[in-house]
């Protein structure tokens, strides 16, 4: 797969055309600056030239490129030729990927020896510099990720506008948002040097949240057009738990901070249940036959690993068990009033869960789940954002009360007057009666589908290849 | 032990409301070219994706060489050439690099893959395309393409959803031809298409399906063949001289009748469809001295047999066609319903 679409990729005009247009703008400049080359500021003015057309070039251009790759195969009808080779859907997506990142890695490779030149006009942060390049080079990666897998999706919004707009916006943000909350507000380059622990912490962070949002974003296109028979739920689940168990460890052991933690863990737990709550393809047989091979072990494993959304939302809510789990230690731990951050946390889970109601109540079917609940998702949180407004310029907090059952309101909300426990009852019953209507579908749906598949496996008569 | 290549048995697939399969039952014998004819939307390409393992069928059963589609898709994806009816060839990729991308996705390795690219390059007679961009091939090229692609793996079955859509005459005979020929190396062919004509010369059967149902298991011929309600069949006859011979003759005749005299001829309706009989005709006409040039039974052409199947149902809307029923197996399974979707 990565063979093909290097091939293609190499040949395409929008990377010849990044790829030149770079080197002939770094080209010049250099040569400006040799020119200019007693000006003190020449070595950082000429660092940050650098780093922003290899940033426009890796973190919009190249990521952008990501946006057609699987909605063509799936246009053009090639999928279902792939898909019949051996290729498992998993490779063909994180081939495109790769060839991609492929590519980025290459216009990274062709601007070091601008760097090796820029370091002889002086007063370079080597180290924070080389550090600074890696970061660019791995946010690109999970940019790309993030638009190779949405590119499966069929919603040309989801898949063009959105992360058009957002993902510049959401990967600048987070690393603010973890630069300033450890390293408490110095400059990039010198940040990324590495010579405090808030600098290692914050970039080791940072790194394993672009890798886990990445892999979590390939997997939504692989399950977008993997055929039913292929079982990507269960390992991707598995994934989401260890990861899940390790924050909650990391967070129970080391945050000091409780302000913190629902963001941790709205960070993890965001991507697993928008992918568990939105699988569409039914259980088959296949499937069903490698969990029931282990007897009780398999069938009580299956009601949190079977493919479909069924499972996922058990699949969910021991997830929201593990992740309650901190809460006790730091709240027990540091004696802090945590109301807020629990308000917090219960709207997040809230807002993940309402938007798994709405597509299931209207029995949304196909890829649409999974671009449909993003955008519920967003749309009802914007929703929020307005009504709080509207709120303030009323000078009349109460409205939101109106609006309570959408859970992102009660986020609002802790930015009016009103009393925290009042927001934490409301909250708590939003959420509880959430969950609960997704049970109660989800188990109908479950039992349904294995009595069915034992119904198959029971009339399947043997099979053999016949040669004719 | 399956002696069908395609096995399908009471097969369902509704989209929502739309019954676009509805309990399809049919056998293709191996090596045998089955044309599968329908309107557009009458559940060709659902069917014909289901037994390519692409989707998922409601309800019921289908089998290639034996192996359950559903339960086995991997081995049966083996086992088949799949031919989708429209797809898109890829930007910045040459003929030959496009061949060797499947060869590689199919587990090909090394000098294996290169024969068996060249093998099916030279068969589909893309050698001296071999260094062009795919996307810049015309559309009979195009398929032959994706014929090599399908061949690739050398399967027992290929399955060809509209293969002639949109191809010139020429592009069409070159794709006819490539078929007789797999049809002869006897691979089994499940084959769809608008062009009847075409289908009825290569295929050894036709299925015609309407509304998700079959309507007709049979071959060609059978359709072709005209005979009125009651039993009675139709003769061109031509003759060398005086056509006012004909009729004179026929008034003399037991059991034959002119229904339309014509300037070289006429059209004769003999009461019976035993061919004997035509037989015994022929030599009394011979007998008689009518000087006869042509004597051949009137066929009807597929797209008028399949018109008048249609429109038959039309009509008739109080008695549905049923499937005729599937030739029982050793160890049938019964049907089986899928698992329902969200």
């Not at chain 1, 990729?9 to 040799?34: D, H």
């Not at chain 1, 940072?206 to 390992?235: R, V």
Request: with cysteine; net charge negative.
């Amino acid at each position: 797969m990565l063979v093909k679409e290097l091939r293609q990729g190499l040949r395409a005009r929008s990377f010849i055309g990044v790829f030149l247009a770079l080197q002939i703008i770094l080209g010049v400049i250099l040569l400006s600056a040799s020119a200019a080359a007693t000006s003190d500021q020449a070595g950082s003015t000429i660092s940050n030239i650098i780093f922003t057309f290899f940033s426009i070039a890796v973190l919009v251009v190249q990521p952008m490129r990501g946006i057609t790759t699987l909605s063509s195969e799936i246009k053009d009808n090639t999928i279902d030729m792939m898909v019949m080779t051996r290729l498992s859907a998993w490779r063909i997506v994180t081939g495109k990927w790769s060839a991609i990142v492929s590519q980025s890695a290459l216009i990274l490779i062709t601007i070091v020896p601008y760097l090796i030149l820029r370091y002889f006009f002086g007063g370079m942060n080597l180290l924070g510099e080389i550090v600074m390049l890696a970061l660019i080079f791995i946010t690109s990666s999970a940019l790309t990720a993030i638009t190779v897998g949405l590119s499966a999706s069929g919603s040309v919004f989801l898949r063009s506008i959105v992360p058009m707009f957002s993902l510049p916006v959401g990967s600048y943000i987070l690393l603010m948002f973890l630069m300033f909350g450890f390293g408490r507000g110095s400059s990039l380059a010198d940040f990324c040097a590495l010579d405090s622990d808030a600098s290692r912490i914050t970039i080791s962070i940072y790194i394993a949240s672009c890798l886990y949002i990445g892999f979590f974003f390939l997997a939504a296109g692989t399950s977008l057009i993997a055929p039913y028979a292929e079982n990507h739920s269960t390992l991707r689940r598995l994934i989401a738990l260890g990861v899940t168990c390790i924050t909650v460890v990391l967070c129970s052991i080391y945050v000091t901070d409780p302000d913190f933690l629902p963001y941790f863990l709205a960070l993890v737990l965001a991507p697993a249940f928008a992918l568990s709550l939105t699988e569409f393809g039914p259980l088959v047989p296949p499937t069903y036959r490698k969990f029931s091979r282990f007897g009780m072990i398999g069938k009580i494993g299956g009601l949190f690993l079977f493919p479909g959304w069924p499972s996922g939302v058990f699949f969910c809510s021991l997830l929201t068990l593990v992740a309650a789990i901190p809460y006790y230690f730091v709240t027990s731990s540091y004696g802090y009033s945590t109301d807020e951050n629990i308000i917090i946390a219960l709207g997040c889970l809230g807002t993940l869960l309402f938007p798994a109601l709405i597509i299931n109540l209207f029995k949304m079917k196909g890829p649409a789940r999974v671009s449909n609940y993003i955008l519920l998702g967003a749309a009802s949180c914007i929703l929020a954002l307005v009504l709080l407004g509207v709120a303030e310029s009323m000078s009349n907090p109460g409205f939101l009360w109106l609006f309570v059952w959408l859970p992102p309101v009660a986020l609002a909300m802790l930015e009016t007057r009103i009393d925290d426990q009042e927001i934490f009852a409301a909250i708590l019953i939003v959420d509880v009666v959430l969950f609960a209507a997704l049970q109660v579908m989800a188990l109908r749906n479950f039992l349904a589908s294995i009595r069915e598949n034992q119904q198959s496996l029971s009339s399947e008569a043997p099979v053999e290849p016949t040669n004719p | 032990m399956s002696e069908a290549a395609i096995t399908v048995h009471n097969l369902y697939r509704f989209f929502g409301p739309l019954q676009a399969v509805n309990g399809i039952s049919f056998e293709i014998p191996h090596g045998s070219v089955c044309g599968f004819v329908g309107a557009n939307g009458a559940g060709k390409t659902t069917t014909m994706r289901i037994l390519a393992s692409l989707d998922y069928p409601t309800m019921g059963h289908a089998e290639i060489c034996g192996i359950n589609v559903i339960h086995h898709p991997a081995e049966v994806r083996r086992l088949i050439g799949w031919m989708p009816d429209h797809f898109g060839n890829y930007d910045n990729m040459t003929v030959l690099e496009y061949l060797d991308f499947y060869a590689r996705a199919l587990g090909y390795k090394g000098a294996e893959r290169r024969q068996r690219i060249d093998e099916v390059m030279d068969f589909t007679d893309l050698v001296p395309l071999a260094d062009r961009f795919s996307n810049k091939l015309s559309k009979g090229m195009t398929q032959r393409l994706c014929l090599g692609r399908s061949l690739l793996h050398d399967p027992q079955v290929l399955i060809m959803d509209e293969p002639a859509a949109g191809l010139d005459p020429k592009a069409r005979v070159e794709l006819k031809h490539l078929i007789r020929v797999l049809a002869k190396e006897g691979k089994t062919i499940f084959i769809s298409s608008h062009i009847l004509s075409e289908l009825g010369e290569m295929c050894d059967s036709l299925l015609f399906v309407n509304n998700g149902r079959i309507v007709h298991h049979g071959d060609s011929e059978s359709l072709k063949r005209t005979s009125d309600s009651l039993g009675g069949v139709l003769y061109d006859v031509q003759l060398d001289g005086d056509p006012q011979a004909l009729s004179d003759w026929a008034i003399l005749q037991p059991n034959i009748e002119l229904l339309e005299s014509r300037k070289t001829g006429g059209r004769i309706r003999i009461d019976t469809e035993d061919p004997a009989r035509a037989a015994d005709v022929l030599s009394r006409m011979v007998r008689d001295n009518l000087r006869v040039i042509d004597f051949h039974r009137e066929q009807r052409n597929l797209e008028d047999a399949f018109i008048d199947m249609l429109t038959n149902i039309e009509n008739d809307q109080n008695q549905p066609v049923r499937p005729p029923p599937p030739v029982p197996t050793q160890s049938e399974p019964p049907p089986q319903k899928a698992p329902n979707e969200p």
